[in-house]
Each structure stands twice: as structure tokens, then as C-alpha cells.
């Protein structure tokens, strides 16, 4: 048969996808088997520590998408343990969460692209195709296409002002983690957390922690 005549083989791409709801795992699985020319192979976790497992052990992988919200993990500390575990790794943020400041997070600390769970079928397609397109010769796609942009906080100036661990202390918070939690979380004692929430609260000029809450949403 003359080799113009053959089917070519389309390229394979490995993606870990590490999100706790096996539906959504499923259905992502299921409908991106192919992208464009690409055949992707879907690795899965359900937890931050199981997907740094599986991103240790199976071999090459070309883009991890990681949940915000895990068992074991909330807001984007997954992304920095991730980082500063496989500094190599191209991680690109999946989340519910639409507020400009965690997609300008995400970039800053590393993420090479923010994929909106409420996207239309059609905007994920497009996402998924510009982060593997060329991911083994690193050529990254349009910041346009892997960054959306939406509305951005009202308090996006004052937050532009605090520190790394102000920062930090802020997501955790605006992820619903109780201060013991974010004393778990960052190794902190419970009385410097509780410190650095109020002086959050002093910082953005509210009240309480649930109005602060309020104006991210």
C-alpha cells in the first residue's frame, strides 16, 4: 500500500488529571479522548498526595490538571506543594472558582494555564488542544487562550499590597479553612493564623471574616 494512502497514527499526549469527584474524572475521560490530530492518555487521582504519586511513578507526563479543592489540600497551596515538589511539571489550574484573582495567582506562582469547569464544552476543547499542542517541545500557546479573564475584585488593589503570607493566609480563608485548618495547612500556630486574619480584616477595611468572604464572591 503507498504510504500516502496509510492512516497516520495520531500523536499521544498524557495528561494527570487530579480532581476528587470520580464523575467528573469519568466525564473529562470521556470526552477527550482525542484533541485535534492528539490521542490523550488520561492518568487520574483523586487526591494531592495521590496525584504527586502518580506524577512520580508513571513516567512522562505532559500537563497536570489539579483541582483548587481537594481532600487534602484547598485553595492553591496544591499548586505550590505540586511546584516546589516537581518544579519541572507543567500544571495548569481546573477550578469552579472564576474570580480574576486566583486565575493572577495561579500564574504568578507558576500554573501554565487555568481551565474554568464552567466553560462550554467547545472553550474546554480549545484549552485542553493549546496546553498539550506542543507541551513535549514547550512551546507554550497564547497566555489568551490558557488565562481567561473575568471581572476582577472589587479589593483587587489592597490585595495587590500584601505580602507572600498574607497572600497565602487570604486563599486559604477565601476557600472556607477554618483557622485551625490553616494552622494544619501552612504549619503555623493557631494564635499567629488568628493574627494574620485580623490583620487581613485591618488590611481590606471589613469587619468580619465573612464579609471579606462576601466581597470575593
Same mark, same amino acid.
Given at each position: 500500500m503507498s504510504s500516502d494512502l496509510r492512516c497516520a497514527v495520531p500523536a499521544t499526549r498524557r495528561v494527570l488529571l487530579i480532581d476528587d469527584h470520580e464523575l467528573v474524572r469519568a466525564g473529562i475521560r470521556t470526552l477527550y479522548r482525542l484533541l485535534d490530530d492528539l490521542s490523550i492518555e488520561w492518568l487520574e487521582a483523586a487526591s494531592l498526595q495521590e496525584g504527586l504519586q502518580v506524577y512520580r511513578d508513571s513516567g512522562p507526563v505532559d500537563v497536570v490538571l489539579l483541582d483548587l479543592n481537594l481532600s487534602d489540600c484547598k485553595g492553591l497551596q496544591g499548586l505550590r506543594q505540586f511546584l516546589q515538589a516537581f518544579p519541572e511539571a507543567r500544571v495548569a489550574v481546573f477550578s469552579g472558582t472564576q474570580d480574576e484573582f486566583v486565575v493572577r495567582q495561579a500564574r504568578a506562582l507558576g500554573a501554565v494555564g487555568y481551565v474554568p469547569k464552567g466553560a462550554m464544552m467547545v472553550e474546554m #476543547?480549545?484549552?485542553?488542544?493549546?496546553?498539550?499542542?506542543?507541551?513535549r517541545r514547550g512551546r507554550p500557546a497564547s +497566555?489568551?487562550?490558557?488565562? +481567561?479573564r473575568f471581572p476582577s475584585s472589587a479589593m483587587y488593589d489592597r490585595v495587590?499590597?500584601?505580602g507572600p503570607r498574607h497572600l497565602e493566609i487570604l486563599e486559604l480563608v477565601l476557600s472556607g479553612c477554618s483557622n485551625q485548618e490553616i494552622s494544619n495547612s501552612t504549619q503555623?500556630?493557631?494564635?499567629?493564623?488568628?493574627?494574620?486574619?485580623?490583620?487581613l480584616l485591618l488590611a481590606l477595611d471589613v469587619k468580619s #471574616?465573612?464579609?471579606?468572604?462576601?466581597?470575593f464572591r
Open positions: #476543547r480549545n484549552t485542553l488542544a493549546a496546553l498539550v499542542g506542543d507541551a +497566555p489568551g487562550t490558557l488565562f +481567561p495587590a499590597e500584601l503555623l500556630s493557631l494564635g499567629t493564623v488568628k493574627n494574620y486574619v485580623s490583620s #471574616r465573612s464579609h471579606m468572604i462576601s466581597l
